[in-house]
């Protein structure tokens, strides 16, 4: 198997070490989109949970401000990041390579998350909880929305846009 084809998975994974529900949020916001994941998807494809996906995705970027948010690491921090990245990373991989993709993507988004906690921690000693997460909300955010969107393409029969001005 080329590694290669993986690529987005794997980088997927890395985006749910930092933010646990930014993978799902922003393959629901494609799927919103009219865009094709590689994988095969249907779980995203139900309203309940293409909109669930996007709201625990807004929620998680809220909530990571407050004081009394957990660490990544914990027990049900992990197990979301399992599960987010185990999702993405099938839905971004090749066709047949679905299990493949959620398994590098969780091999990633695991042991990532107690690196980006330390990181975030030394940016939280720095300059505080709510700037440094801002900051690594910006970054987990733009970094997962550019691999979906490099990784899907427009569903078949749906009209493509294009603006000449």
């Known amino acids: 198997m080329n590694m290669r084809s993986l690529l987005s998975s794997v980088l997927i994974g890395a985006v749910a070490s930092a933010r646990s529900m930014t993978p799902m949020a922003t393959i629901a916001t494609a799927r919103l989109a009219h865009r094709k994941t590689p994988g095969e998807l249907f779980l995203l494809d139900r309203p309940l949970f293409k909109y ?4 625990m995705g807004l929620g998680e970027l809220a909530g990571d ?3 009394t948010a957990p660490d990544r690491t914990v027990f049900m921090g992990l197990l979301a990041r399992v599960m987010s990245a185990g ?5 971004l991989a090749p066709r047949g390579k679905e299990k493949a993709g959620a398994a590098v993507a969780i091999a990633t988004a695991v ?3 107690y690196l980006t906690l330390a990181g975030r921690k030394q940016a939280m000693a720095k300059i505080g909880q709510t700037k440094s997460g801002l900051i690594e909300d910006a970054l987990v955010v733009a970094a ?5 969107a490099l990784s899907t393409q427009p569903k078949p029969n749906m009209p493509v846009q294009m603006s000449y001005r």
Do not use: E, H, Q
Not at 52 to 55: I, N
Not at 87 to 91: D, K, P
Not at 144 to 148: E, H, L, Q, R
């Open 65 to 67: 401000k407050m004081k």
């Open 111 to 113: 042991p990532l998350a």
């Open 87 to 91: 999702i993405a990373g099938a839905a």
């Open 144 to 148: 997962g929305s550019a691999i979906v």
């Open 52 to 55: 669930g996906a996007l709201a």
